[in-house]
């Protein structure tokens, strides 16, 4: 058993929370058991994560996108009513952590997918969103055929990946943003970069990769998010001793 603020602290002390400016607040968000025993870890605290978490036994819930967005309404919806509603009834705790959580060095989202890649994450700044550096750049000493490449990408997200093929035929250095982060490719182009992993493309990505020679791949949102948080309830169930279970609640974005 562990209690509610030493795993926060830890979480917020680890992520470095107050590094990052965001798009809503990271740690905790929503207060309940002082005492855990169990947590839940998933990628967005919607209705369905909630609910199962209670469902398992859970006292607290870490997602990596949480309940509040700047972009949201101040008044609460219905939806979010709700969402809270199943919190506050079963004193369940919410947290979340979102670009601290890309940005991590050792368990972020984006160093775990270039290394499921078969790739090693280097020191260049990359992907750079609200003034802080969050993605990826990572290289292969011998490079990958640009068609195993693209065979790791589905193998590590479980899902067909949007690609646009117009880079090498052998891939030997990558950049990698999760998420939402295909504006990012023009920085890609830019450091000549072979490939380009991010969730979710855009209009213009098609174009931009074509010109720019580079290998884009759109392997979907929730897919390519699901490694930093599942390792983060892990490192966290390690040092205090808790149950931890990561809740899939995939999403085809």
Same mark, same amino acid.
């Given at each position: 058993m562990a209690t509610r603020d030493e795993i926060i602290d830890f979480c917020d002390s680890l992520l470095e929370i107050g590094s990052f400016t965001d798009y809503g607040p990271n740690g905790l968000q929503v207060p309940g058991a002082e005492e855990v025993t169990k947590i839940a870890s998933g990628v967005s605290a919607h209705r369905e994560l909630l609910q199962r978490a209670v469902d398992a036994g859970a006292q607290l819930v870490i997602a990596h996108h949480g309940l509040f967005w700047d972009f949201h309404p101040r008044a609460l919806t219905p939806a979010m009513a709700e969402r809270l509603r199943i919190a506050l009834t079963n004193d369940l705790s919410v947290a979340g952590y979102h670009l601290p959580l890309d940005a991590h060095r050792e368990i972020g989202n984006n160093v775990l997918l270039a290394r499921a890649l078969g790739f090693e994450p280097t020191d260049e700044p990359f992907g750079v969103v609200k003034g @802080? #550096?969050? *993605?990826?750049?990572?290289?292969? #000493?011998? *490079?990958?055929? @640009?068609?195993?490449f693209a065979r790791r990408v589905r193998d590590v997200t479980d899902r067909e990946p949007l690609h646009f093929d117009f880079g090498p035929r052998r891939v030997r250095r990558i950049g990698v943003v999760t998420g939402a982060g295909n504006s990012e490719i023009h920085a890609a182009v830019a450091l000549g970069l072979d490939a380009f992993v991010t969730g979710e493309p855009a209009e213009h990505v098609m174009a931009d990769a074509r010109e720019g020679g580079i290998h884009f791949f759109a392997a979907g949102h929730y897919a390519t998010e699901t490694l930093g948080i599942r390792r983060l309830g892990e490192l966290v169930a390690e040092r205090f001793g808790v149950e931890h279970e990561f809740i899939a609640v995939p999403n085809p974005v």
């Open positions: @802080a #550096p969050i *993605g990826c750049v990572a290289s292969h #000493p011998k *490079g990958v055929d @640009a068609a195993e």
